[in-house]
């Protein structure tokens, strides 16, 4: 996959300048940078909610951001807020994404929806839910289609460290059966999954490699 000179403004203000980098099947990629330097913009963009002013996103020579057909089977997105449906349980809104079958299927023992324990809260309606039920639940959603790559946008932020294990095992598990992970983080813990960093700064993503915690704070600023 190849995202190429992603560029976008809003009014005057330049946020994406030019980025362009390369993933891997099975390859986690970290996207880190500042509030406000665009991170979460340029998730949008790969996703298909927000559309850039220039640049492609590349698949099997195919231009995801020109082909929403194509481009909603291979991309999943699971956004910094919630994108579920809080009067319904989480059995009801995964009934939105899977049918009667799979969705039994994934709940079993080695399913998708298993290994993010999401057989614990299956009755509950998303408006009495914990944040880490919210995200798994929103993890689940956005693999109903066995995407081959997922977009995560601060997919711990505030969990606690159970539930954060649970996710970041089934990304690990994700990614050896050869999916492609882009995630956007400021939490640390998140980072031993990647396998390699982008510093997204002044609008452009460049190639990054975290020696300590402390430098990268430095380098945030």
Avoid at 4 to 33: P, R, T
Avoid at 154 to 177: F, G, N, R, T, W
Wanted: charged fraction near 25%.
């Amino acid at each position: 996959m190849q995202i190429e000179h992603i560029k976008k403004h809003y009014n005057k203000k330049i946020v994406l300048k030019d980025v362009s980098f390369q993933i891997e099947e099975g390859e986690c990629v970290g996207i880190l940078g500042g509030n406000g330097c665009g991170k979460s913009t340029l998730l949008s963009i790969l996703a298909g909610v927000n559309k850039p002013d220039e640049g492609s996103f590349i698949h099997n020579d195919t231009n995801l951001l020109r082909d929403r057909k194509v481009r909603s089977r291979f991309v999943g997105y699971v956004p910094q807020g919630n994108p579920l449906y809080d009067e319904l349980t989480a059995k009801d809104n995964l009934k939105l994404w899977y049918d009667s079958a799979t969705m039994k299927k994934e709940l079993a023992e080695g399913g998708v929806l298993y290994m993010l324990g999401i057989n614990e809260f299956l009755n509950t309606r998303v408006s009495r839910m914990s944040g880490g039920m919210k995200k798994r639940l929103s993890i689940g959603c956005a693999v109903a289609g066995k995407p081959g790559l997922l977009l995560l946008d601060e997919p711990s932020a505030a969990l606690d460290l159970v539930c954060k294990q649970q996710i970041y095992s089934y990304l690990k598990a994700y990614m050896q059966a050869g999916g492609s992970v882009i995630i956007v983080t400021h939490d640390v813990q998140d980072l031993s999954i990647c396998n390699r960093f982008l510093l997204l700064k002044d609008g452009i993503a460049e190639p990054y490699t975290m020696q300590s915690v402390e430098q990268l704070t430095k380098d945030l600023v």
